[in-house]
């Protein structure tokens, strides 16, 4: 009679966990067919609500990190070309666009784990990421600390160094010149640093817009975010070790991120592919979006399963 109970027992529980199994499932899938669709999106994550878009379907999304100090704006073109075909969804790092967090210190840690509860709370198992420069370090970041949770890497006008002692103290410098002055100088500056000479001449509609989104940020933000990007820590050393398909797009005339870091980084990880962008400079997809979006959509199509079609 005791070996009748046991195994009966022994069922029962094998029952439950299927069930169990199986509701967990059917409540995934419904999560997924409820997913809310569009631009300007909010989500709370870890503390501070995160604004985002999402648009287009596919299995494996794409998510677009912009570069310090912008917004998720910057990724429009990507989105507007791409979204037949992928599920997109572009990201304001704490503390930039509408990702409004005033209060708290500011790091390429902290946002990586801003991105896995992001990611979490959107039931996303896996994504490709796309950084770009900030961006860039908060991916090659999370993918030293979370590999599991990425099948591609895409990396724009960006590097895996950490700050030298100089340009550390340059970043702190400009930190107490804020202070003293306020931010107009460093981000007149900055401004004519991103872009191409003829960038400045030609599209001054595009200059003056991103003027305006650099102008937007808080003088708390510009300094904070300058914190996070003289104390990030360098992800070379792992980059003989990324075994995913990866991506690497630089303008030729980047000055922030230069051409040869880009080259570094193309060398040292296997089987990448290298794009180089012509009359551009750090903002390789606002200066030349058709020439970056060919590449962008060129390297999609070799992966599998990540279309709405597939």
Same mark, same amino acid.
């Given at each position: 009679m005791y070996d009748n109970f046991a195994n009966w027992l022994f069922n029962l529980n094998q029952n439950v966990a299927k069930s169990l199994t199986t509701h967990k499932k059917i409540f995934k899938k419904n999560a997924m067919k409820t997913e809310i669709k569009g631009f300007d999106l909010?989500?709370?994550?870890?503390?501070?609500?995160?604004?985002?878009?999402?648009?287009? =379907? +596919?299995? *494996?999304?794409?998510? #677009?990190?912009?570069?310090y100090p912008f917004d998720k704006k910057m990724w429009q073109g990507q989105l507007d070309f791409l979204a037949s075909s992928y599920r997109l969804i572009a990201c304001d790092i704490r503390g930039f666009g509408k990702s409004t967090d005033e209060k708290n210190d500011l790091s390429i840690d902290l946002f990586t784990e801003d991105l896995i509860t992001f990611m979490d709370k959107l039931n996303i198992d896996k994504a490709i990421i796309c950084g770009l420069s900030m961006g860039g370090f908060i991916a090659l970041n999370a993918l030293k600390r979370f590999p599991e949770r990425f099948q591609s890497l895409i990396l724009c006008d960006t590097q895996c160094i950490a700050d030298t002692a100089e340009v550390k103290a340059k970043r702190y410098e400009i930190i107490d010149e804020i202070k003293s002055?306020?931010?107009?100088?460093?981000? =007149? +500056?900055? *401004?004519?640093?991103? #872009?191409?000479?003829?960038?400045?001449?030609?599209?001054?509609?595009?200059?003056?817009?991103?003027?305006?989104?650099?102008?937007?940020?808080?003088?708390?933000?510009?300094?904070k975010g300058l914190v996070a990007l003289a104390e990030r820590t360098q992800t070379c050393s792992i980059l003989n070790e990324i075994s995913i398909p990866t991506l690497i797009i630089c303008g030729r005339k980047d000055e922030v991120t230069p051409l040869a870091q880009s080259e570094f980084m193309h060398e040292k990880i296997k089987g990448s592919t290298l794009q180089v962008v012509e009359n551009a400079g750090h903002v390789s997809n606002l200066e030349q979006p058709h020439e970056f979006n060919i590449h962008l959509a060129s390297f999609l199509a070799t992966l599998s399963g990540i279309d709405k079609t597939s």
């Open positions: 909010t989500i709370p994550v870890n503390n501070f609500h995160l604004s985002y878009d999402d648009v287009g =379907e +596919g299995k *494996i999304p794409i998510i #677009f990190l912009h570069g002055h306020g931010a107009t100088n460093f981000n =007149e +500056g900055f *401004i004519k640093s991103v #872009f191409h000479e003829d960038s400045l001449t030609d599209k001054k509609d595009l200059v003056e817009h991103l003027r305006n989104v650099v102008f937007s940020n808080s003088e708390n933000i510009i300094m």
